[in-house]
């Protein structure tokens, strides 16, 4: 069955840069739809970025011009690059996988991805 498993997270000033890095295990679908989430403290879960097969990239608006997310697929790896950190990026960040390629066009509905990870913290002070 799917796994994903986080890493990469971790303590970081404001300003700074992490990677976080998710590795996909038995998730063969040529076409697929991949993304990041995360919870702050007393926060819901909430999208911060996704990727489908064809290289298609989607943000939401707080991270624009900060993270980007991108994958490898010879190793079955997606990655989200943070930059310019803010402490309101402190979280528990997820990645997920969905079933239906289709599934980036409305990324933010969570309830699009079938396959979540146990996530990773970042904390930005």
């Known amino acids: 069955h799917v796994q994903l498993v986080e890493s990469g997270g971790g303590s970081v000033q404001a300003g700074g840069s992490l990677r976080l890095s998710c590795v996909a295990s038995?998730?063969?679908?040529?076409?697929?739809?991949l993304g990041w989430f995360r919870q702050g403290p007393g926060k819901e879960r909430e999208g911060v970025a996704a990727i489908d097969s064809d290289g298609l990239t989607s943000y939401a608006d707080a991270v624009k011009g900060r993270f980007t997310i991108s994958g490898d697929k010879s190793k079955n790896t997606l990655y989200l690059q943070m930059s310019g950190m803010k402490p309101e990026d402190t979280a528990m960040y997820y990645c997920?996988?969905?079933?239906?390629?289709?599934?980036?066009?409305?990324?933010?509905?969570?309830?699009?991805?079938?396959?979540w990870g146990q996530g990773t913290q970042v904390t930005v002070s």
């Open positions: 038995a998730y063969t679908y040529s076409r697929y739809c």
């Open positions: 997920a996988a969905a079933r239906d390629y289709s599934s980036c066009a409305t990324w933010t509905d969570q309830r699009r991805f079938h396959y």
